[in-house]
């Protein structure tokens, strides 16, 4: 009985493996263009904000002139002195030293706009247009500049996908746990880039999990899985958008009295009836997103209306919160996002050389005069490409109204 069982697992066994590799190699092929541009967006996508400061001088500050904690109130006080701003929506501490704080405005023909400020002094160092290297790459990772019901579903399915290739390529590639120092041999540039692909694959097995585990999180929000809000406060008393600048600094004492462990990251103005004073940052919880932890004030009494501690958040809404700074890396600053940077170098370059690792197979098995290699890898996709083609071109086009259309 037993000679028998082991018979039967040695001839199924070559046919299991066969077809682990056809759902690997349909997993990397059929949506490679789409894949391979999410990939791409989603890796500059880590250091837009430093992409931003590079192009952008006024974003830029002298760490030796930086002093002290962000000035909350001086900046809040030389936006609204400024022509351009109508209404201040949020105040953005600087994303790191060399940094500027960012100040989120409404025009007064209502279009959005950035003010760069001196953190130290609340000095305006110039005006920003909204629509940046951040918010490019963000929307075309996260929805292809489609209505977000649409794109966020379409972008975060893919993830299926990667899992299915994660899953695969355990089996597919035999004893991988072998291959984290396994020589790339380059008698020729088929075996040489198949090795690569191995090797950058073996050694990103944690970081393709962790893309396809947060992706599957989006799309399960996408579909109306989100954790429920934890605060839902609504505020009584209204300032018009002048007052601002003096209504804040009495909200700011009460809320650091109320959460005297929240290090700020962010202050939402009220722009609206209902809304409230709202200053966001880091404390005691790790992985989770600034608004977490959170105080929430009246605009015209200064009165607490609520307080947010991460740690105190349920489950599902854990979750929820850790899924961004999993997801892009920025938890632990610049060095986990540039880890985060290239392990998604080593991600888009693994969907790239899985085509091209393919075309070189059928390129092998053709005659000479056949197909070339990228032709055998754009039929190989099969109708699949068209639409994968279609949605990465549709990004592109919907980028006209996000820059110049009402924002």
């Given at each position: 009985?037993?000679?028998?069982?082991?018979?039967?697992?040695?001839?199924?066994?070559?046919?299991?493996?066969?077809?682990?590799?056809?759902?690997?190699?349909?997993?990397?092929?059929?949506?490679?263009?789409?894949?391979?541009?999410?990939?791409?967006?989603?890796?500059?996508?880590?250091?837009?904000?430093?992409?931003?400061?590079?192009?952008?001088?006024?974003?830029?500050?002298?760490?030796?002139?930086?002093?002290?904690?962000?000035?909350?109130?001086?900046?809040?006080?030389?936006?609204l002195a400024q022509p351009e701003t109508a209404s201040i929506r949020s105040i953005d501490a600087p994303e790191?030293?060399?940094?500027?704080?960012?100040?989120?405005?409404?025009?007064?023909?209502?279009?959005?706009?950035?003010?760069?400020?001196?953190?130290?002094?609340?000095?305006?160092?110039?005006?920003?247009?909204?629509?940046?290297?951040?918010?490019?790459?963000?929307?075309?990772?996260?929805?292809?500049?489609?209505?977000?019901?649409?794109?966020?579903?379409?972008?975060?399915?893919?993830?299926?996908?990667?899992?299915?290739?994660?899953?695969?390529?355990?089996?597919?590639?035999?004893?991988?746990?072998?291959?984290?120092?396994?020589?790339?041999?380059?008698?020729?540039?088929?075996?040489?880039?198949?090795?690569?692909?191995?090797?950058?694959?073996?050694?990103?097995?944690?970081?393709?999990?962790?893309?396809?585990?947060?992706?599957?999180?989006?799309?399960?929000?996408?579909?109306?899985?989100?954790?429920?809000?934890?605060?839902?406060?609504?505020?009584?008393?209204?300032?018009?958008?002048?007052?601002?600048?003096?209504?804040?600094?009495?909200?700011?004492?009460?809320?650091?009295?109320?959460?005297?462990?929240?290090?700020?990251?962010?202050?939402?103005?009220?722009?609206?009836?209902?809304?409230?004073?709202?200053?966001?940052?880091?404390?005691?919880?790790?992985?989770?997103?600034?608004?977490?932890?959170?105080?929430?004030?009246?605009?015209?009494?200064?009165?607490?209306?609520?307080?947010?501690?991460?740690?105190?958040?349920?489950?599902?809404?854990?979750?929820?919160?850790?899924?961004?700074?999993?997801?892009?890396?920025y938890f632990g600053g610049y060095w986990t996002k540039l880890i985060w940077f290239v392990f998604g170098l080593?991600?888009?370059?693994?969907?790239?050389?899985?085509?091209?690792?393919?075309?070189?197979?059928?390129?092998?098995?053709?005659?000479?005069?056949?197909?070339?290699?990228?032709?055998?890898?754009?039929?190989?996709?099969?109708?699949?490409k068209w639409p994968a083609t279609a949605a990465v071109l549709a990004g592109f086009v919907l980028l006209y109204?996000?820059?110049?259309?009402?924002?």
């Amino acid at each position: 009985m037993e000679q028998t069982r082991a018979k039967l697992w040695r001839w199924a066994w070559p046919k299991r493996a066969r077809l682990w590799w056809l759902v690997h190699q349909w997993a990397g092929l059929k949506l490679s263009i789409l894949l391979t541009f999410i990939f791409a967006t989603g890796t500059l996508a880590v250091l837009s904000h430093e992409i931003d400061w590079l192009f952008h001088p006024s974003l830029r500050v002298d760490m030796a002139t930086v002093e002290g904690e962000t000035n909350w109130e001086a900046i809040a006080t030389a936006a609204l002195a400024q022509p351009e701003t109508a209404s201040i929506r949020s105040i953005d501490a600087p994303e790191a030293g060399a940094f500027a704080a960012q100040v989120t405005i409404t025009r007064p023909d209502g279009s959005l706009a950035f003010l760069n400020a001196h953190p130290t002094t609340g000095e305006i160092q110039g005006v920003q247009s909204w629509v940046g290297a951040q918010r490019i790459l963000r929307n075309m990772h996260r929805h292809l500049n489609m209505p977000l019901d649409i794109g966020v579903p379409l972008v975060s399915v893919l993830s299926f996908l990667l899992l299915a290739s994660f899953f695969s390529s355990l089996v597919v590639y035999k004893r991988w746990w072998r291959g984290f120092f396994r020589p790339i041999r380059w008698r020729n540039a088929r075996t040489a880039l198949g090795d690569l692909h191995r090797l950058s694959g073996v050694w990103s097995l944690w970081f393709v999990l962790l893309m396809a585990v947060t992706g599957v999180w989006y799309f399960a929000e996408s579909v109306g899985l989100q954790a429920p809000p934890a605060v839902a406060e609504k505020a009584e008393t209204v300032i018009a958008p002048a007052e601002a600048a003096t209504a804040l600094p009495p909200s700011l004492t009460v809320a650091r009295q109320e959460f005297p462990g929240l290090a700020l990251d962010r202050i939402i103005f009220p722009t609206r009836p209902g809304q409230a004073f709202r200053f966001e940052g880091h404390a005691d919880a790790i992985l989770v997103r600034p608004r977490a932890n959170a105080v929430w004030t009246e605009p015209a009494t200064a009165e607490v209306l609520a307080v947010r501690h991460g740690e105190e958040l349920s489950l599902h809404q854990r979750i929820s919160e850790a899924a961004d700074p999993l997801h892009f890396g920025y938890f632990g600053g610049y060095w986990t996002k540039l880890i985060w940077f290239v392990f998604g170098l080593a991600l888009t370059f693994l969907a790239v050389s899985g085509v091209a690792i393919y075309a070189a197979r059928l390129v092998r098995k053709t005659r000479e005069g056949g197909p070339g290699a990228i032709r055998l890898a754009w039929n190989g996709m099969g109708v699949w490409k068209w639409p994968a083609t279609a949605a990465v071109l549709a990004g592109f086009v919907l980028l006209y109204p996000l820059v110049v259309g009402p924002r």
